[in-house]
């Protein structure tokens, strides 16, 4: 006895379109992007620039994604741990990463790290640029870049700066502003701004090179004086703070930048959604005038240029590393 008995004269046309109907709608079927929860992964502590950008993209994206955004924050290493979890993440989508130029510019140049980040991240987008700024305890007795330096000058090696982690912007901002005044301060690492922020406020660290996302909190709350801004111009959120180079302190200006990024292998459509998602985020109002509020401007850059942005700086921070002779420490 057959499953599917032949009817005279036809019969077999029948059966194979009775069996295409049973098994066309399911035959190669992908199911649309993204189909679970999605998470974005930030190499630092709650209440940092970084932690505080994922949050933003992760309200937004949630909505017109149709699915859960969450943020995880693995700090430590340079940012460089959830970087890791990323790029050994199921390339599906589903693990996103918002990176600084901390983790895939500086630190590869420092650390002896487990993956690529040239390669085995995806880039989507650059997200924000923030120029860093010289701070310090609005308690301390320096009130400009030259009473610092001259202070520095009077007590070689007995000035720390903060930063983030070894190898961060931070890291290389003081390191630059060592070679750049021939002083030379004491680096402390934390493994995230916020933490290290409670050591500057008491005066336990004398100075740090901050993001303008991480520091303008503290600014505006009257924590921090703002000495410097470590750009080409001066940040509008910070109209009265000079440039390091209007202070005669040239070849220091360190920014931190922002990006998106995905597991390498990402099926392509995930990639174009997820590029267009972010595209969309960044030109709504409410967004871009959270960025410009933190002292930065929003990203232009995906895809492949984004991807050609990071490898120059990549490029531009390892002679930056060699120049002032970084190590891990």
């Given at each position: 006895?057959t499953?599917?008995?032949?009817?005279?004269?036809?019969?077999l046309?029948?059966?194979?379109?009775?069996?295409?109907?049973?098994g066309?709608p399911?035959?190669?079927?992908?199911?649309?992007?993204?189909?679970?929860?999605?998470?974005?992964m930030?190499?630092?502590?709650?209440?940092?620039g970084?932690d505080?950008?994922?949050?933003?993209?992760a309200?937004?994206?949630?909505?017109?994604?149709?699915?859960?955004?969450?943020?995880e924050n693995?700090p430590?290493?340079s940012?460089?741990?959830?970087?890791?979890?990323?790029?050994r993440?199921?390339?599906?989508?589903?693990?996103l990463?918002?990176a600084?130029?901390t983790a895939?510019?500086?630190?590869?140049?420092?650390?002896?790290?487990?993956y690529?980040?040239?390669?085995d991240?995806q880039?989507?987008?650059l997200?924000?640029?923030?120029?860093?700024?010289?701070?310090?305890?609005?308690?301390?007795?320096?009130k400009?870049?030259?009473?610092?330096?001259?202070?520095m000058?009077?007590?070689?090696?007995g000035?720390?700066y903060?930063?983030?982690?070894i190898?961060?912007?931070?890291?290389?901002?003081?390191?630059?502003?060592?070679?750049a005044?021939g002083?030379?301060?004491?680096?402390?690492p934390?493994?995230?701004?916020?933490?290290a922020?409670?050591?500057?406020?008491?005066?336990?660290?004398?100075?740090?090179f901050?993001?303008?996302?991480s520091?303008?909190?503290?600014?505006?709350?009257?924590?921090?004086?703002?000495?410097?801004?470590?750009a080409?111009q001066?940040?509008?959120?910070?109209p009265d703070?000079?440039?390091?180079?209007?202070q005669?302190?040239?070849?220091?200006d360190?920014?931190?930048?922002?990006?998106?990024?995905?597991?390498?292998?990402?099926?392509?459509?995930?990639?174009?959604?997820?590029?267009?998602?972010?595209?969309?985020t960044l030109?709504l109002?409410?967004?871009q005038?959270?960025?410009?509020?933190?002292g930065?401007?929003?990203?232009?850059?995906?895809?492949?240029?984004?991807?050609?942005m990071?490898?120059?700086?990549?490029?531009?921070y390892?002679?930056?590393?060699?120049?002032a002779?970084i190590?891990a420490?």
């Amino acid at each position: 006895m057959t499953l599917f008995p032949l009817a005279r004269g036809g019969g077999l046309a029948a059966l194979l379109a009775l069996a295409a109907s049973l098994g066309a709608p399911n035959a190669g079927a992908q199911p649309a992007y993204p189909d679970k929860p999605l998470r974005i992964m930030v190499g630092a502590s709650p209440g940092g620039g970084t932690d505080i950008l994922a949050r933003v993209l992760a309200d937004k994206f949630s909505p017109e994604l149709k699915q859960p955004v969450t943020v995880e924050n693995r700090p430590g290493a340079s940012n460089t741990i959830a970087g890791e979890l990323t790029a050994r993440a199921p390339a599906d989508g589903a693990t996103l990463l918002l990176a600084t130029n901390t983790a895939q510019a500086v630190a590869p140049h420092i650390l002896k790290l487990k993956y690529d980040p040239l390669k085995d991240l995806q880039p989507i987008g650059l997200v924000a640029v923030m120029p860093n700024v010289l701070v310090v305890s609005v308690n301390s007795p320096y009130k400009s870049v030259k009473d610092l330096v001259a202070a520095m000058a009077a007590k070689p090696g007995g000035f720390k700066y903060a930063s983030s982690g070894i190898g961060s912007t931070q890291h290389v901002g003081g390191e630059a502003f060592n070679l750049a005044t021939g002083m030379k301060s004491i680096h402390v690492p934390y493994k995230g701004s916020s933490q290290a922020h409670i050591d500057i406020i008491s005066g336990e660290v004398e100075m740090m090179f901050d993001s303008t996302s991480s520091a303008m909190g503290q600014i505006r709350a009257g924590k921090f004086r703002a000495l410097a801004v470590s750009a080409p111009q001066r940040s509008p959120e910070l109209p009265d703070v000079p440039t390091l180079a209007e202070q005669g302190i040239k070849g220091a200006d360190v920014s931190t930048w922002y990006g998106l990024y995905v597991t390498a292998g990402t099926p392509r459509p995930a990639v174009e959604r997820l590029s267009a998602e972010l595209t969309r985020t960044l030109n709504l109002t409410d967004v871009q005038s959270r960025i410009k509020a933190l002292g930065g401007e929003p990203g232009t850059l995906t895809g492949e240029p984004f991807a050609a942005m990071n490898k120059q700086e990549f490029d531009h921070y390892g002679q930056l590393v060699r120049d002032a002779r970084i190590k891990a420490e």
